[in-house]
């Protein structure tokens, strides 16, 4: 099912969470809707569940206006990153809980729970309750009761927020098999760039309750609309009047037109990359390199060394524009 939202703006109080935004999510998609903290991913998300109403704008669900609908009318399945399950019920009857308020008849509800229940891989679980499950394993629980009442959309916020690094790879890494197998169009809020990049087929970029850039990870990442997207989307450094990513930068001992001269200040090898920070006419930059790439040069403090760019984007950095550190973001 294709969500189309236009022209979308909803404030609260004194702040104007969403501003004028609009957004189309393909069929059968898996979209990101990513920015930092207070740039209106979650109210977008609210807005589309029916959660949230929009001051201006329409949502549209299957060219259907959803604008005024009820949630319950909008077909949406929505995951919470504090997911509250049942807790006096078993995974099973947690699953199960949707199918019964519709009344399903009891052959109907158990076959969809045993196919979900094998789907996020709990089927060894389903007798327990929720106090006897990891973080990881309630998440799966919450998905599979989401997509239980067979939802045309499923709306996720920021679900492994809450979970440890290693477990929320885990995670994303089994919602994007779950996604290829179910093909239910799925849109979900993260904070996590890493996440978004792995995850999504499409990034919806949020800076102010304002869209700031909408395309394909690697679109998004190697093609960005401005400065704030390429800092927000990975690591950049200033070369000369230009942001880069440092990645894209090559060192040599010998000077060249396209090279800026440089002082080495430190060193650190980061497994099979090795970041360089350096001086140059004052300002600080800083170069990752591949192991084998520091091999052909003596990297250590006070080193002379010259700075090229040598591929990739770069974004002219903005007079007067919010500073933006040279480090991983």
Known sequence: ????????????????????????????SL???LGPSGSGKSTL??????LDTADEGTVS??????????PQRRGVGFVFQHYAPF???TVYDNIAFGLTVRKASKAETKAKVTELLELVHLEKFQTRYPAQLSGGQRQRMALARALAVEPRVLLLDEPFGALDAQVRKEL????????????????????DQEEAMEVADEVVVLQDGRVQQVGAPAEVYEHPANDWVMSFLGPVTHFGDLLVRPHDLDLAHEPSDDA?????VRVTRLGFQTRVDMESKGAPIYAQLAREATGRLTLEPGAQVHVRHVRG????????ATPIADDVL
């Open 172 to 191: 994303r890494t089994w919602l994007r098999r779950l996604h290829d197998e179910m093909h239910v169009t799925t849109v979900i809020v993260t904070h």
């Open 313 to 320: 984007e770069s974004v002219p950095a903005r007079v007067g």
């Open 31 to 33: 979209t990101a809707l």
């Open 260 to 264: 800026l001269p440089a002082t080495v």
């Open 1 to 28: 099912m294709s969500i189309s939202v236009r022209n979308v703006s909803k404030t609260f109080a004194q702040f104007k969470a969403l501003d004028n935004v609009s957004v189309d999510i393909p069929t059968g």
């Open 61 to 70: 669900i299957e060219d259907r206006d959803a604008t005024h609908l009820p």
């Open 45 to 50: 998300l609210r807005v589309i569940a029916g």
């Open 87 to 89: 807790k006096h019920m």
